[in-house]
């Protein structure tokens, strides 16, 4: 079966023709392209340049699956942090979807659909296992016993929106974003590639930005592993891939006792993760109806 497979982020969109696993065997990408996602664009916008994009594929695909950044539930799109998704309101989705391509999607958010991926074949193939990206936010997704867990209404994984004490979202302390917004406050315009680029340069207020993001992201793996003791949790996205990150990840568990401290390894699909992820998604969706 080739499906239309579709991940919609914050700052760009991939869209992918799939031809999806049989059992035993890995989804494989036939033709993908990129797309822009405009901040300042509505959904509308999106799904409407999405169309254009992959029109010459219409009849080569016999199923949609559409991976978001943002929360998705009973075919509604919305946001969970206006400053990574601004999103008014709850989109009607699945209905729009249906409308542009003729097909009953299958929706996740990408987190979610991303460690479905992992799962099915990369770094968490297999295996029960927490997906961790950090990135512009933080985003997650749970399997176990094989199957994705999205809990009762789709927001299972959601580890960003979690608040310490002081009431803070996760993510508004330790994501990518958070990263640029405490190097501004330092009197320093750089994007997260250029700060990490002066943590290795040795400037000690780059080194402070990175070390204390890890130093979260650590926290949050421990507890992870207690409420959920997965067998490994995949760490991905663009900070949390970053050169030396995992190793900052991991040297701040070190003090943990051996058996509950958590498994980290590097995410293995880099940005194909959500589009192979919803894709197989689709795949089961698909063989437990017939």
Not at 31 to 44: F, N
Not at 76 to 103: E, I, Q
Not at 197 to 204: H, N, S, T, V
Request: hydrophobic residues 45%.
């Amino acid at each position: 079966m080739t499906l239309l497979a579709v991940d919609i982020g914050g700052t760009k969109s991939l869209a992918a023709l799939v031809e999806t696993a049989q059992p035993g065997t890995e989804a494989a990408l036939v033709e993908s392209v990129t797309l822009p996602t405009d901040p300042k664009g509505t959904p509308d916008l999106w799904l409407e340049t999405l169309a254009r994009a992959v029109a010459g594929w219409t009849g080569r695909y016999s199923g949609v699956a559409v991976a978001v950044t943002g929360y998705v539930s009973d075919g509604y799109w919305s946001a969970l942090n206006p400053a990574t998704l601004d999103l008014a309101g709850r989109y009607p989705l699945a209905d729009r979807l249906r409308a542009l391509f003729g097909h009953d999607p299958v929706l996740a958010n990408d987190a979610q659909a991303a460690a479905y991926g992992e799962f099915t074949q990369g770094a968490g193939q297999g295996a029960d296992m927490v997906f961790l990206t950090v990135s512009t936010g933080i985003g997650g997704g749970i399997v176990t016993n094989g199957a994705l867990v999205q809990g009762a209404t789709g927001l299972a994984g959601h580890y960003g929106q979690t608040r310490g004490r002081d009431g803070v979202r996760f993510e508004d302390e330790v994501s990518g974003r958070a990263i640029e917004r405490k190097a501004r406050a330092l009197g320093y315009e750089l994007s997260v590639p250029e700060v990490f680029a002066a943590a290795r340069d040795g400037a000690p207020w780059a080194e402070e930005l990175i070390d204390g993001s890890a130093r979260g992201v650590a926290a949050l793996c421990a507890d992870i592993q207690l409420t959920l003791d997965p067998a490994r949790i995949v760490i991905g996205g663009g900070v949390g891939l970053a050169p030396g990150y995992l190793d900052r990840v991991t040297a701040h568990l070190a003090a943990l006792r051996t058996d509950l401290r958590p498994a980290l390894c590097p995410a293995a699909l880099g940005a194909n993760a959500g589009v192979l992820g919803i894709a197989a998604l689709h795949r089961k969706t698909h063989d437990r109806e017939t």
